[in-house]
């Protein structure tokens, strides 16, 4: 059974940064994505990044581009989100997602994951 835990997520700062981790457990992730998405109150979840496991491919979101970097650790079974830059429109419970890469998915698309982390909660104040 797949499981995956966020950390890192807290109050800052417009223009401040924050690194959210997300620890994944139960599976071998070589051909996986992980990915992670965002939920304001009163929207709808959206794709923030994602990274293909197998060869490092990254996407991200025309909002984040620029701003937030993912990256993972192999040793770990670790992926990680570095926000810098940090805008009030940032604010949103983080969720951290992992699918297996099968036939065309799409890393940027929430109902392609199978997996979710229970999520972290990022604040920025103006």
């Known amino acids: 059974q797949v499981q995956l835990v966020e950390s890192g997520g807290g109050s800052v700062q417009a223009g401040g940064s924050l690194r959210l981790s997300c620890a994944a457990s139960g599976r071998t992730f070589s051909n996986y994505f992980m990915g992670w998405f965002r939920q304001a109150p009163g929207k709808d979840r959206e794709f923030v990044a994602a990274?293909?496991?197998?060869?490092?491919?990254?996407y991200y979101a025309d909002s984040v581009k620029d701003r937030f970097t993912i990256s993972r650790d192999n040793d770990k079974n670790t992926i990680y989100l570095q926000m810098n830059s940090l805008k009030p429109e940032d604010t949103a419970v983080y969720y951290c997602?992992?699918?297996?890469?099968?036939?065309?998915?799409?890393?940027?698309?929430?109902?392609?994951?199978?997996?979710w982390g229970p999520g972290t909660q990022v604040t920025v104040s103006s």
């Open positions: 997602a992992a699918s297996r890469v099968v036939g065309m998915v799409s890393p940027t698309i929430s109902s392609t994951y199978a997996y």
């Open positions: 990274n293909r496991w197998s060869d490092g491919s990254t």
